[in-house]
């Protein structure tokens, strides 16, 4: 028994299941001129597929520590009334987690701006009654920033009329207002007490917000050069909606996980988060062979910890609200031995 990418139960045959790990690491070298994985790797994955345990895990010595995006409202999520501090401790005290996330409802940059001075307190709270390090966290998402919700043109929309160089132009006045954003947050966190930063969801709106989140990271790092700083990416390939736009003289649209790394360690990242997307008419084998071809990568071109994200729909786990275990063990034990991850 395996599943489909969108969490559907199938049966497959050892043959079904070594084809599709070797077609699914094929897409994603040639995709990425990669690397795809080796026999022995393949063989692992088999294994791995073949158990009939419903959890698995990685074996001892292989441990990783993991990070969290959006904490404070996973447990909001489930219509359990406890305060934010108390979300905290319920993970660090409860579930052993090994870092901490504070964190808005409404998880982005643009909107958390006029509600800092009510999570400063907060923050200042969390780091006194716990011990493992805290993050404060939220998304970049560069679309806040155009029409009906911004003060610039919606490029969406000026594009499939041709107005490329306005919708540049639009990008360009977006990007400002949201390194403004991001660092305003980051300053005012990390001055109450946060350990560190995270930029979850990185380049959902492409290029352009790659670029915003990579100069926040930028400047946040040369005022406070101590600061931890995760970049959570939001999928595995840049998309190109400006096209043209350039990072240390590297054109940011199309570039992989492998490619992304590094222009994310040059920024000041600290810790990088690559996002593989999961393909939901695919079954988990194929998927998880892709996504750990991308990751491995991905990790041996880092020189920063690597926490691969493994969660709804992407990191070879089913696009499901809530993730079957089965595949979530599966698909983390397979990229911390495969990938040699620092965390996930």
Same mark, same amino acid.
Request: proline share 3%; with cysteine; glycine share 10%.
């Given at each position: 028994m395996t599943r489909m990418g969108d969490g559907g139960k199938i049966d497959m045959t050892e043959a079904e299941i070594r084809n599709d790990l070797e077609e699914?690491?094929?897409?994603?070298?040639?995709?990425?001129?990669?690397?795809?994985?080796?026999?022995?790797?393949?063989?692992?994955?088999?294994?791995?597929?073949?158990?009939?345990?419903?959890?698995?895990?990685?074996?001892?010595?292989?441990?990783?520590?993991?990070?969290?995006?959006?904490?404070?409202?996973?447990?909001?999520?489930?219509?359990?009334?406890?305060?934010?501090?108390?979300?905290?401790? #319920?993970?660090?005290?409860?579930?052993?987690?090994?870092?901490?996330?504070?964190?808005?409802?409404? %998880?982005?940059?643009? /909107? *958390? !701006?006029?509600?800092?001075?009510?999570?400063?307190?907060?923050?200042?709270?969390?780091?006194?009654?716990?011990i493992a390090p805290i993050f404060y966290g939220a998304m970049p998402n560069l679309g806040l920033y155009s029409d009906p919700d911004g003060p610039c043109p919606n490029p969406g929309e000026l594009i499939p009329m041709g107005k490329f160089d306005e919708a540049r132009e639009s990008y360009a006045r977006a990007i400002e207002f949201a390194v403004k954003d991001m660092v305003y947050v980051g300053r005012e966190l990390y001055e109450a007490g946060a350990d560190g930063i995270n930029f979850d969801t990185t380049a959902a709106a492409g290029d352009a917000e790659f670029y915003a989140a990579l100069k926040a990271?930028?400047?946040?790092?040369?005022?406070?050069?101590?600061?931890?700083?995760?970049?959570?990416?939001?999928?595995?390939?840049? #998309?190109?909606?400006?096209?043209?736009?350039?990072?240390?003289?590297?054109?940011?649209?199309?570039? %992989?996980?492998?490619? /992304? *790394? !590094?222009?994310?360690?040059?920024?000041?990242?600290?810790?990088?988060?690559?996002?593989i997307n999961i393909v939901t008419n695919e079954s988990l084998p194929w998927n998880l062979a892709r996504s750990v071809t991308f990751t491995k990568a991905c990790t041996e071109a880092s020189e920063i910890p690597v926490h691969a994200n493994l969660g709804m729909g992407v990191g070879g786990v089913p696009l499901t609200l809530e993730p079957p275990l089965d595949a979530v063990s599966r698909a983390s034990k397979a990229h911390v031995e495969i990938c040699r991850l620092d965390g996930l």
């Open positions: 699914g690491t094929a897409d994603a070298a040639k995709r990425g001129e990669i690397v795809p994985l080796g026999s022995d790797e393949i063989d692992y994955l088999l294994d791995l597929f073949k158990c009939k345990d419903r959890v698995v895990g990685v074996e001892h010595g292989k441990e990783c520590c993991l990070s969290y995006d959006n904490m404070t409202s996973k447990i909001e999520r489930a219509h359990i009334a406890v305060s934010k501090l108390q979300q905290l401790q #319920l993970f660090e005290r409860a579930l052993g987690a090994d870092t901490l996330e504070l964190a808005h409802i409404d %998880y982005s940059f643009k /909107q *958390v !701006k006029h509600i800092v001075v009510f999570d400063k307190p907060v923050m200042e709270q969390a780091v006194l009654i716990t990271a930028e400047t946040l790092k040369k005022m406070y050069p101590q600061m931890g700083i995760e970049m959570g990416m939001s999928g595995e390939f840049i #998309l190109g909606m400006h096209g043209e736009i350039e990072y240390d003289g590297v054109r940011l649209a199309g570039l %992989y996980p492998h490619q /992304q *790394v !590094k222009l994310a360690q040059k920024a000041g990242v600290t810790i990088f988060g690559p996002a």
